[in-house]
């Protein structure tokens, strides 16, 4: 299975901005492979993310790993803060 990130290269916010770059950052940094699907390119794109999320509001970026969701930003942060990063990604 891939890891997938969704993200939104359209964004006012650059906290937004912030956290998709981490994530893309850190999963190069180990050579952890992810495919970046941009949700503001195709709304069915946006659509899939928010059914995976469980949330009809859900905001990228939102990580699954093929159809399983892993979660959200703040989630993924803390898998980095508690060293189980593979684990959170279901690698």
Same mark, same amino acid.
């Given at each position: 299975?891939? #890891?997938k990130?969704?993200? +939104? !290269? #359209? !964004?006012?916010s650059?906290?937004?901005? @912030? $956290?998709q770059? %981490?994530?893309? !950052?850190?999963?190069? +940094?180990?050579?952890?492979?992810?495919?970046? #699907?941009?949700i +503001?390119? $195709? +709304?069915?794109?946006?659509?899939?993310?928010? @059914? %995976?999320?469980?949330?009809?509001?859900?905001?990228?970026?939102?990580i699954? $790993?093929?159809? #399983?969701?892993?979660?959200?930003?703040?989630?993924?942060?803390?898998?980095?803060?508690?060293?189980?990063?593979?684990?959170?990604?279901?690698?």
């Amino acid at each position: 299975m891939t #890891v997938k990130v969704f993200f +939104s !290269s #359209v !964004s006012g916010s650059l906290e937004m901005k @912030k $956290n998709q770059e %981490r994530i893309f !950052s850190i999963l190069t +940094s180990k050579k952890i492979p992810f495919e970046a #699907v941009d949700i +503001s390119q $195709n +709304s069915e794109d946006k659509d899939l993310m928010r @059914k %995976r999320a469980g949330n009809p509001t859900a905001l990228p970026p939102q990580i699954c $790993n093929g159809d #399983v969701y892993c979660g959200d930003f703040a989630a993924f942060e803390n898998a980095i803060e508690m060293e189980q990063l593979e684990d959170f990604l279901k690698l």
